[in-house]
């Protein structure tokens, strides 16, 4: 059985920091990319950050790119995003998906094979 959990999210003040955690299982996991999306209320889901689990090349969304940084530890089978210096618009479910297929973009909500459940990440300001 495939599985994404995500896990890491909660309640921290603007400037504060917080590191999401995604354990997979039930896939071989250097042949999928690891993808993080985000939804806040009434928007759509975005892809903010992925990485390839094969040779480490990493995407980030301009919104996010020089305070989130995306890392992948083969061995537990598990991506973490540590996330710097959130701000209030950065508040969103946060969802971990894997992409099996190449010559798709990492950030494609449409293109992923699994995901996972969500974890909330709250930011005060």
């Known amino acids: 059985e495939v599985q994404l959990q995500a896990s890491g999210g909660g309640l921290v003040q603007a400037g504060g920091s917080l590191r999401l955690s995604c354990a997979t299982s039930?896939?071989?996991?250097?042949?999928?990319?690891i993808s993080w999306f985000r939804q806040a209320p009434g928007k759509e889901r975005e892809g903010i950050s992925c990485i390839s689990t094969h040779n480490g090349n990493t995407y980030y969304a301009e919104s996010v790119k020089g305070r989130f940084t995306i890392s992948s530890d083969n061995a537990k089978k598990t991506v973490y995003l540590q996330m710097n210096n959130l701000k209030p618009e950065d508040a969103a479910v946060y969802y971990c998906?894997?992409?099996?297929?190449?010559?798709?973009?990492?950030?494609?909500?449409?293109?992923?094979?699994?995901w996972g459940k969500g974890t909330q990440v709250t930011v005060s300001s």
């Open positions: 998906a894997a992409l099996g297929r190449v010559g798709v973009h990492c950030g494609d909500v449409d293109a992923m094979d699994y």
């Open positions: 039930g896939f071989t996991f250097d042949d999928y990319a």
